[in-house]
T-cell receptor, first 116, second 112 residues
Framework: EPEVTQTPSHQVTQMGQEVILRCVPI?????FYWYRQILGQKVEFLVS????????KSEIFDDQFSVERPDGSNFTLKIRSTKLEDSAMYFC??????????????FGPGTRLTVL | SQQGEEDPQALSIQEGENATMNCSYK?????LQWYRQNSGRGLVHLIL?????REKHSGRLRVTLDTSKKSSSLLITASRAADTASYFC????????????FGQGTRLTINP
């Protein structure tokens, strides 16, 4: 069964450093998403991406964040200058369609980001 | 309560018993999804129920949806130790939205 994959599984970085989290969505999916989950808290939406553009973003997704689909398979989340509060599990998700009654978002295993 | 709030927050039962978790939401939705998360791991999609459906089954899972009460329930029958996990409901922020809103989750523990 096709899966969303994410690398690395765990990333440790120093505050102020740039990190790039990578995701390979399910191959025939057109919509891509990033969510994050701070330890012990809810899963929070960051951004959705379709047709090489951001389609929705949350207030969390400020200028420090960017997303890119650099080729036909990868989908990345970049945090330019990490802060301690960026420490969280970051989930990539993809779906075939969006906005409809049967849209299912499939999630990857997550990247645990630790900012020191 | 906020969009997609689960109840109870924690549930501990014996293996073989049934587990029921509830979710409430606030806005009009076109679907509701349930996910499972094993400790520190990814979110596994369990089941999606559309707003025009009242009940849906998948193996040992049964999901109900009551749009008049803006609530859903997830029933796991004949629970197993491997069902120990956190369970989340997720709804679109509004009809047609791409953003999913998750609740705090129900932490289910199955005791052998």
């Amino acid at each position: 069964e096709p899966e969303v994959t994410q690398t690395p599984s765990h990333q440790v970085t120093q505050m102020g450093q740039e990190v790039i989290l990578r995701c390979v969505p399910i191959s025939n999916h057109l919509y891509f998403y990033w969510y994050r989950q701070i330890l012990g808290q809810k899963v929070e939406f960051l951004v959705s991406f379709y047709n090489n553009e951001i389609s929705e973003k949350s207030e969390i997704f400020d200028d420090q964040f960017s997303v890119e689909r650099p080729d036909g398979s990868n989908f990345t989340l970049k945090i330019r200058s990490t802060k301690l509060e960026d420490s969280a599990m970051y989930f990539c998700a993809s779906s075939q369609t969006s906005g409809g009654s049967t849209d299912t978002q499939y999630f990857g295993p997550g990247t645990r980001l630790t900012v020191l | 309560s906020q969009q997609g709030e689960e109840d109870p927050q924690a549930l501990s039962i014996q293996e073989g018993e049934n587990a029921t978790m509830n979710c409430s939401y606030k806005t009009s939705i076109n679907n509701l999804q349930w996910y499972r998360q094993n400790s520190g791991r990814g979110l596994v999609h369990l089941i999606l129920i559309r707003s025009n459906e009242r009940e849906k089954h998948s193996g040992r899972l049964r999901v109900t949806l009551d749009t008049s009460k803006k609530s859903s329930s997830l029933l796991i029958t004949a629970s197993r130790a491997a069902d120990t996990a956190s369970y989340f409901c997720a709804t679109p922020e509004h009809q047609g939205a791409q953003k999913l809103v998750f609740g705090q989750g129900t932490r289910l523990t199955i005791n052998p």
